[in-house]
């Protein structure tokens, strides 16, 4: 993705697949079959900041206007994760008005993920509360 040209033809009104590097070197038939009829780019936040990412996503929202991005990572990884707060940060900033869908792959299962999950990883706070919340339903 970080070497893609942002005013490339191929990302033009594209439905765009953004899937974390480590999901297509271990997973490539789940790649291959979400590929289909979608432009895929692959980063590694491992690699790559996710300022540096958000920042790419942005520019791609505003230049090549993609009609939706969808993005599929591994679940529980903590750099994953953060490839879905960066499109997050970049289509707020952007004013991106496409459709987004997140998923993670756990054990081989592809799991949709809601921008409200999304959001709530970011604060531990919000989650610690859910947690304690459900705690106190089931001692109930």
Known sequence: MMSAS???????NARLLIVGSCVIREL????EEWSKDRVGLHVCLQEHH??????????IAL?????????LTMNGSP??????????????LTSYKGLVEHFVVEKGRVF????EAVKAARHLASIEAMLQLRQRSQQS
């Open 112 to 115: 949709k993920v809601s921008e």
């Open 50 to 59: 996710m300022d540096s990412v958000g920042f790419k996503v942005a520019t």
């Open 6 to 12: 942002v005013t490339s033809p191929l990302l033009k």
């Open 28 to 31: 490539q038939p789940i790649v």
């Open 79 to 92: 750099h994953c994760v953060q490839l879905h707060f960066a499109v997050e940060q970049a289509r707020q």
């Open 63 to 71: 230049k090549a206007q993609p009609s939706s991005i969808t993005l």
